[in-house]
């Protein structure tokens, strides 16, 4: 099975994975972060505006 190691964790490392994922199946995937979560900084406005869950 391949094993593929991604470095980062910014749009081009999860384009990357899901490009990966999509292309190849099998292939094992690990992902290195310095963090646990991803935050997408443009919608953060959305969340005091209550638009964030609809």
Known sequence: MPQ???VGSGFAALIA???LRKAT????IT???PKA???YYPSLI???TGLAHR
């Open 46 to 48: 959305w969340v005091p």
């Open 4 to 6: 593929v190691t991604i």
């Open 17 to 19: 994975v899901k490009t």
């Open 31 to 33: 992902l290195v972060s």
């Open 37 to 39: 979560e991803f935050v």
């Open 25 to 28: 199946p099998q292939t094992a």
